[in-house]
């Protein structure tokens, strides 16, 4: 079976989500292809973060389904529900990392707990997952030590540590400073290029435009238009995202 023809590694299918008295999500429907790289973009309270957690069954879909390589995980019971979520990254805003941990103790927790791997094969991942991201001389380091891009770059380490299908990532770059901001985007174009599957939320136009498969603009809860960058983005489109994005460069300037 060629590429081109392979099933797609993650289908998400119709999926809604009501939190309190408000429909966050309505009917949203996408997929990826291993190795695609999806980024999702639009106003704030759009549901691009519902979405991903319900991707994650962090906060579990009303209504639809999450499929991972054919397997729906809807129905798995508790542990079928929790190989789902290894098989899942999901790196957040805000790190999420133990400040009584080091960096590399961080990274490799999860090998232990959940992967049982012994203390120094554990260890040992984990200081290759760091190296991996460029971090290789910040192991023995805490959180309260690391910038906000190093904490970052340690939770990309931690979730690619458990060899994840796909990667979710919860505008990995929003809690950073300026210029801290690179950092983290090199290690995820890194990625990209190396073959992992990746379905992002972000506010970095230009990151967009120069590396992902697919645009997808969320608004009220729905998948409003997706498109590849080149026909979402290029001037005179009429795009609801080319005009968005046109209002998000005034606001924070060229190039972001």
Do not use: W
Request: some cysteine.
């Amino acid at each position: 079976m060629s590429a081109d023809s392979m099933p797609p590694i993650l289908e998400v299918k119709n999926i809604s989500k009501t939190l309190g008295s408000k429909l966050i999500l309505d009917d949203v429907s996408l997929s990826l292809n291993k190795g695609e790289l999806k980024v999702l973009i639009g106003p704030s309270g759009g549901g691009k973060s519902t979405l991903l957690q319900c991707i994650h069954y962090l906060i579990p879909p009303d209504a639809g389904e999450v499929v991972l390589e054919g397997r729906p995980a809807s129905g798995a019971g508790r542990g079928g529900l929790c190989a789902f979520r290894q098989e899942i990254g999901m790196i957040f805003q805000d790190f999420n990392l133990f400040d009584h941990l080091t960096a590399e103790n961080n990274v490799a927790m999860a090998l232990r707990k959940v992967k049982k791997h012994s203390k120094a094969e554990a260890l040992e991942r984990a200081r290759r997952e760091l190296a991996r991201v460029g971090l290789a001389d910040k192991g023995q380091l805490y959180p309260a030590q690391l910038s906000g891009g190093q904490k970052q770059r340690v939770s990309i380490a931690r979730a690619l540590a458990m060899d994840p299908k796909v990667m979710l990532l919860d505008e990995p770059t929003s809690a950073l400073d300026p210029e801290l901001i690179g950092e983290v985007l090199g290690v995820i174009a890194e990625l990209s290029r190396s073959g992992m599957t990746m379905l992002m939320a972000t506010h970095q136009i230009g990151f967009a435009r120069n590396l992902t498969n697919e645009i997808i603009f969320m608004e009220a809860g729905k998948i409003a238009e997706a498109g590849p960058p080149a026909a979402l983005l290029s001037p005179g489109s009429g795009s609801r995202t080319a005009d968005f994005c046109a209002k998000l460069s005034e606001l924070m300037g060229p190039g972001r």
